[in-house]
């Protein structure tokens, strides 16, 4: 049976059909646009995200990390090792004993400091990690500020501890 | 063609439905004061550690929607009056979970802004996160695909039950592979929760909250989703009765 919508006059239907019409093709059209989005997504799961830095001590040793390409690279900065200098900031990052050097063009703001754990995006050049992206690796323990009644030097120790 | 199924529901305006809206308005302003002044800043994140107040429960109310889309619409496919309020209720959850994805994408990218120093990147988390968003997006699309009312509770019912097994994907990712994103906080394997008493209240008392608007949302939602399908249906009604005024064969 045609339940088709009446020409306006003619019959007494309500425009149902058509309304429903219209919100079928837009609803075909987000699906279109789903389907394309999931599509970038898992290109970028598979390509950035499921192996998404390399440790200090994989570099040019863990297939994945060769030190000839642009790599991202974890580990925590030493304590001591932040000098800023020109614009420039160089530390020091390790992890599992293997230290390596990082120069940063800018300063990495936010909460970069001794002890954190960061990931350093950049390239490898004559043994410097040249980085032209730092990012803060936050730990999952939340400390309240004003409970800690301890002296600076106290307070840095005790960063140090969490994060490390 | 029975609209037995898409009768108007009860109306929203009881007792039940005004106490949740009330609970959750006084909860979102307690909610407030405790997160932006009576809990104290973190060591390492300083005032950032807000936002957490507001990330976190959004992505529980994220996954208990989806959780809850999936349960309707299991429940739909194995009622044997196969409910059509059951997959209202599934869409409806949806709909809200779909929002308060969103939220969680957009909070944890300013999160990420201030503590990581950067708005987005793909890393695990990130991405299975966007994915699941992108899935139920996907969901309420195929909602929308037209066909009887009880075609589109089938079809998106068995779209819920593939599309719920990503939460745990996502929910674990920080596990499975290296992540930028930090490991929990409170559901931890051990029990070992890493949180001071104060900020731990407060992120408990934002997941209940949430939770709260979330039931209410769902409430009204699904009464104006059953309003759509009876108007869909009276439609339906009056344009058969038409071709019978007409004297057209069925």
Request: aromatic share 8%.
């Amino acid at each position: 049976m045609d339940l088709s919508p009446r020409e306006p006059g003619v019959g007494a239907a309500p425009p149902v059909r058509s309304s429903t019409a219209r919100r079928r093709w837009v609803s075909i059209g987000i699906l279109a646009a789903v389907i394309v989005a999931g599509g970038v997504v898992v290109t970028q799961f598979l390509s950035s995200a499921i192996d998404y830095y390399c440790n200090v001590d994989e570099v040019g040793e863990r297939d994945g990390c060769e030190a000839d390409r642009r790599l991202r690279v974890q580990g925590t900065v030493e304590q001591g090792s932040i000098k800023q200098a020109a614009g420039t900031t160089t530390f020091l990052i390790s992890f599992n004993a293997k230290n390596l050097d990082v120069r940063y063009d800018g300063d990495p703001g936010g909460i970069f400091q001794e002890c954190i754990p960061v990931v350093a995006h950049g390239r490898l050049v004559n043994d410097v990690f040249l980085s032209d992206r730092i990012e803060v690796k936050h730990s999952n323990t939340y400390v309240a500020k004003n409970e800690d009644r301890m002296d600076e030097a106290e307070a840095a120790a005790d960063a140090c501890s969490r994060v490390g | 063609m029975s609209n037995a199924q898409t009768s108007v529901p009860p109306p929203t305006r009881t007792a039940t439905t005004r106490n949740l809206g009330l609970i959750a308005i006084l909860g979102s302003v307690v909610l407030a004061l405790l997160g932006l002044f009576f809990t104290a800043e973190d060591v390492v994140q300083g005032s950032s550690v807000r936002i957490m107040y507001v990330h976190v429960p959004t992505a529980w109310v994220a996954y208990l929607a989806f959780v809850f889309t999936a349960v309707c619409s299991a429940g739909y496919l194995r009622g044997k009056k196969h409910s059509l309020n059951l997959d209202r209720l599934a869409g409806a959850s949806a709909e809200v979970g779909v929002i308060f994805m969103g939220l969680t994408l957009v909070t944890g990218s300013l999160w990420g802004r201030l503590s990581w120093g950067t708005y987005w990147d793909w890393d695990p988390r990130l991405t299975t996160t966007v994915f699941l968003f992108v899935t139920y997006v996907g969901y309420l699309a195929v909602r929308g695909l037209g066909g009887t009312q009880q075609q589109r509770a089938k079809r998106s019912a068995i779209v819920a039950l593939f599309a719920v097994i990503e939460i745990p994907l996502v929910h674990f990712s920080v596990l499975l592979w290296r992540s930028l994103h930090q490991e929990a906080t409170v559901l931890r394997p051990n029990g070992d929760v890493r949180m001071d008493g104060l900020m731990l209240f407060s992120l408990v008392f934002g997941v209940a909250v949430f939770t709260v608007i979330f039931a209410w949302l769902v409430l009204h939602r699904n009464r104006v989703l059953a309003l759509v399908d009876a108007v869909e249906m009276r439609g339906i009604d009056a344009a058969l009765a038409a071709r019978h005024a007409e004297g057209v064969p069925t």
